[in-house]
């Protein structure tokens, strides 16, 4: 059974991708996880704050909140609290690189303009396949409509494209006003992938300290529906490769991306809980699936139930939001 894909240009042997996470800082690992399958692999991102750390910006970064709040200091990680340095981040890379046959996908976090783009050179340097750039960032200023917002993304994508040769996939939200109308933009700024979607990880209060307190929550298999409706509508009309991220735990659910029109899939709540293992399920329930059905290749399978090829496309829009709130029984 052929399982291979494109992927921002690069062929994968299968559309099972090791998703953004600490896997990648454990060598005998992600030499595991190759072994059992997996046809790519995408580092934990390298975060603007820490490149920017790096290059004595702190001042520059902090002056404005740590004025006005004492405690500001306490919300970004210190140096020190980050998995990988910048240095360390590279010569990881150079690791993974001289060990894994399968393509190695850099990361890199930020959100606004700023020295750190620069070091999208360096990854590409260090022998990076090809970069995610994830733009992970909260609208909490109400005087910021979203043009301004989204203005501002693709000038930092667009600045990081010009930087380098390597493809550039960029991990968006499914918070945009209009998804649709922004990967495209993406595609004419020169990006090669759309990942969907960050996962927005939701902070708890501490009420009898009163702090705000991170939390950390693996996903599982519901996540995937929102990703499923947006790549259905989006993969009619985009060129660029698409990839879901969040809710993948299984055959079933990488058959569901598939058919939305994604090109790959990532994987990282299921490794984290079941390790290299689940890739090899995975595929062996991917490849009886497509037997059973007589596909010979996913290129018959991608998109056949997105917005375009769906025999009810109403199921994507507004009709089902209706049906649904009107289906249900006492």
């Given at each position: 059974?052929?399982?291979?894909?494109?992927?921002l240009g690069?062929?994968l042997?299968?559309?099972?991708i090791v998703g953004?996470?600490?896997?990648?800082?454990d060598?005998?690992?992600c030499?595991?996880?190759?072994?059992?399958?997996?046809?790519a692999?995408?580092?934990?991102?390298?975060f603007e704050?820490?490149?920017?750390f790096?290059?004595?910006a702190?001042?520059?970064?902090?002056?404005?909140?740590?004025?006005?709040?004492?405690?500001?200091?306490?919300y970004?990680?210190?140096?020190?609290?980050y998995?990988l340095t910048?240095?360390?981040?590279?010569?990881q890379?150079?690791r993974?690189?001289?060990?894994?046959?399968i393509?190695?996908?850099?990361?890199?976090?930020g959100?606004?303009?700023g020295?750190?783009?620069d070091?999208a050179?360096r990854?590409?340097?260090?022998?990076a396949?090809?970069?995610?750039?994830n733009?992970?960032?909260l609208a909490?200023?109400?005087?910021?409509d979203?043009?301004?917002?989204?203005?501002?993304?693709?000038f930092?994508?667009?600045?990081?494209?010009?930087?380098v040769?390597?493809p550039?996939?960029v991990?968006?939200?499914?918070?945009?006003?209009a998804?649709a109308?922004f990967?495209?933009?993406?595609?004419?700024?020169?990006?090669?992938?759309v990942?969907?979607?960050?996962?927005?990880?939701q902070?708890?209060?501490d009420?009898?300290?009163?702090?705000?307190?991170?939390?950390?929550?693996?996903?599982d298999s519901s996540?995937?529906?929102?990703r499923?409706?947006w790549?259905?509508?989006?993969?009619?009309?985009?060129?660029?490769?698409?990839?879901a991220?969040?809710?993948v735990?299984?055959a079933?659910?990488?058959?569901?991306?598939l058919l939305a029109?994604a090109?790959a899939?990532q994987l990282?709540s299921?490794?984290?809980r079941h390790g290299?293992r689940v890739i090899t399920e995975?595929?062996?329930?991917?490849?009886?699936w497509l037997?059973?059905?007589?596909y010979?290749?996913l290129d018959e399978?991608?998109g056949?139930?997105?917005?375009s090829?769906?025999?009810?496309?109403?199921?994507?829009?507004?009709?089902?939001?209706?049906?649904?709130?009107?289906?249900?029984?006492s």
């Open positions: 059974m052929n399982l291979e894909t494109s992927y690069l062929t042997r299968n559309p099972l953004a996470s600490p896997c990648c800082d060598i005998e690992l030499r595991r996880l190759e072994d059992a399958g997996a046809s692999l995408a580092m934990h991102s390298l704050e820490q490149v920017e790096e290059e004595a702190r001042f520059r970064l902090l002056e404005g909140p740590s004025e006005s709040n004492p405690e500001a200091l306490d970004f990680p210190h140096y020190e609290e998995s910048p240095e360390l981040y590279l010569r890379l150079a993974l690189k001289a060990t894994l046959k393509p190695v996908i850099a990361s890199l976090n959100h606004r303009p020295g750190w783009i070091h050179r990854l590409e340097a260090t022998g396949d090809a970069l995610e750039l733009l992970y960032s909490t200023d109400p005087d910021t979203a043009d301004t917002i989204e203005a501002g993304h693709l930092v994508v667009r600045s990081v494209i010009e930087s040769k390597i550039i996939s991990k968006i939200s499914p918070w945009l006003t998804p109308h990967v495209r933009e993406l595609e004419l700024s020169g990006a090669k992938g990942v969907m979607f960050n996962r927005f990880y902070p708890d209060f009420i009898e300290d009163l702090a705000v307190k991170p939390q950390l929550r693996l996903s996540e995937l529906l929102l499923l409706r790549l259905a509508i989006i993969s009619p009309h985009a060129k660029i490769s698409l990839a991220s969040g809710g735990h299984n079933e659910d990488v058959i569901k991306a029109g090109h899939t990282v299921a490794i984290l290299p995975i595929l062996h329930g991917l490849t009886t037997e059973t059905h007589d010979k290749s399978v991608r056949a139930l997105n917005l090829r769906c025999p009810d496309p109403s199921a994507h829009e507004r009709a089902n939001y209706v049906k649904i709130l009107q289906s249900w029984k």
